[in-house]
T-cell receptor
Framework: AQSVTQLGSHVSVSEGALVLLRCNYS??????LFWYVQYPNQGLQLLLK??????LVKGINGFEAEFKKSETSFHLTKPSAHMSDAAEYFC????????????????FGQGTILTVHP | DTEVTQTPKHLVMGMTNKKSLKCEQH?????MYWYKQKAKKPPELMFV???????INESVPSRFSPECPNSSLLNLHLHALQPEDSALYLC????????????????FGSGTRLTVV
């Protein structure tokens, strides 16, 4: 079964500092990987996704993530935090298998709340 | 149109009421999903529809009844809910299925905040 672990339920950074949110997945075959952001009382917004090809993925709002198969990781980074980045971030995984009972099942990590201090 | 629209945004219902949540997308996606999110928790999958057919039911209680009338619409019918069913209900859609690795994207709606009293 697919699973994803986010290390650190809370991360706090200063404005302008590097943001690093960690995500590790468990899968025998490299899955599809996603990062979503959720602002209070809102839905989920896709930041970026890895499906195939280049392992360094660039997303919206200056975020990027690198898929490292050897480390089964997909950590999210942003060089310089902004106050508007304060939100909850979810890493998610879905299996490559395009059929069968695992089709379409997106499984989320527990989430990381990012706080940005002025 | 690159959005998933959910209505209503907020819903308060009694335990004996019957209500429905609605979800609509016009991106041509052929898979649609219902997720439930409790406070301070990640979303949890409830149902998956693929080509208007129910393909996954994550052992959801029968007081939740999904319906997919056509490829653009997804409903969630609610009946005899319990206070612990209060949560944010998220609808999502995605392209697929495909036989090869491709560009899967899941688009989420802004959710319906449900309170059962």
């Amino acid at each position: 079964a697919q699973s994803v672990t986010q290390l650190g339920s809370h991360v706090s950074v200063s404005e302008g500092a590097l943001v690093l949110l960690r995500c590790n997945y468990s899968s025998s075959v490299p899955p599809y990987l996603f990062w979503y952001v959720q602002y209070p009382n809102q839905g989920l917004q896709l930041l970026l996704k890895y499906t195939t090809g280049a392992t360094l993925v660039k997303g919206i709002n200056g975020f990027e993530a690198e898929f490292k198969k050897s480390e089964t990781s997909f950590h999210l980074t942003k060089p310089s935090a902004h106050m508007s980045d304060a939100a909850e971030y979810f890493c998610a995984v879905r299996p490559f298998n395009a059929g069968g009972t695992s089709y379409g099942k997106l499984t989320f990590g527990q989430g990381t709340i990012l706080t940005v201090h002025p | 149109d690159t959005e998933v629209t959910q209505t209503p945004k907020h819903l308060v219902m009694g335990m004996t009421n019957k209500k429905s949540l609605k979800c609509e997308q016009h991106m041509g996606h052929r898979a649609m999903y219902w997720y439930k999110q409790k406070a301070k928790k990640p979303p949890e999958l409830m149902f998956v529809y693929s080509y208007e057919k129910l393909s996954i039911n994550e052992s959801v209680p029968s007081r939740f009844s999904p319906e997919c009338p056509n490829s653009s619409l997804l409903n969630l019918h609610l009946h005899a809910l319990q206070p612990e069913d209060s949560a944010l209900y998220l609808c999502a859609s995605s392209s697929g299925p495909r036989k090869t690795r491709g560009s899967y994207g899941y688009t989420f709606g802004s959710g319906t905040r449900l309170t059962v009293v």
